[in-house]
């Protein structure tokens, strides 16, 4: 089993969402996160300055058998790409177990089949 978790432009959530839900990726969490980037500057906007040292993205955490890990990962780095700084990060971790509270039972059959 794997755990990817992808930090992504807020912007372009609701398109990687459908594009996820599209591809029978039928559970997924998600949450505002704010960051530090590696572009450090001030803007002005209607005459208020403001850094730009805190980003504002949101993260999604999926955890997947290993043989959707590929498909996953291709569907987020295409609908979230626009090919700017800032795009964010994909990251691919190893999960040990997983357990159904309800049932009790463990490993990868707890987790459901895409369509």
Partial sequence: MKKIEAIIRKTKFEEVKEALLNSDINWFEYHDVHGIGQ?????????????????????????????????????????????????????????????SIRTGENGDTVLRDKK
């Fill in 39 to 99: 572009s450090r500057q001030e803007r002005i906007y209607r005459g208020v300055q403001y850094s730009t040292d805190v980003i504002e993205r949101v993260a999604i955490t999926i955890v997947c058998r290993d043989i959707f890990l590929e498909p996953t990962v291709e569907v987020i780095l295409k609908v979230a790409h626009t090919g700017e700084v800032g795009d964010g990060r994909i990251f691919v971790s190893e999960m040990l177990d997983t357990y």
